[in-house]
């Protein structure tokens, strides 16, 4: 009996048990069938507001994307990004310790190749060369939305999405 996984053909042999019913007990399939299982994005949520960082990790996970960590000030970030290895920092600009433009230039010379967003209220304040300057990859207004922010994700983390708008 052939079968065929991925367009090849596969040859298996039929048990006693197939042959008497005709039914097919595919065990050795198994090994021939790849299966497709995305790997889970990493994110790192940094804001000072629990009940934010509540809603933004309901959102993230709601879009596929597993929540490695979260941290309340700069300084917790930091620490946090060091040791859990993200594949995305989203960070608040307004926080204690250090804010988020600190943490963001600290994190891009830790950590050179990992997007760095930075969701913030005060968006309209915080100019794209300023951002680009310390290596904020986007910096995205909390009044936008979580849609917007969705879409910025989906690019930075799968660089062969469209952009953007």
Known sequence: MH???HGKRSDLQLSNIEQATGIPVLL???NTIQTFQ???KRLLIVDDDSTVRLVIR???EADGYEVC?????GVEAIDRAAKLKPDLILLDLAMPRLNGAEVASILRHVMPKVPIVLFTMYA???GAKLASAIGVNVVLSKPEGLSKLGRHLKVLLN???SSCA
């Open 124 to 126: 309209d304040d915080f």
């Open 159 to 161: 660089p062969k999405a």
């Open 28 to 30: 050795e399939a198994a």
């Open 38 to 40: 995305p790997v889970s």
């Open 58 to 60: 309901a959102f993230v």
């Open 3 to 5: 079968f065929f996984c």
């Open 69 to 73: 960590g979260e941290a309340a000030d």
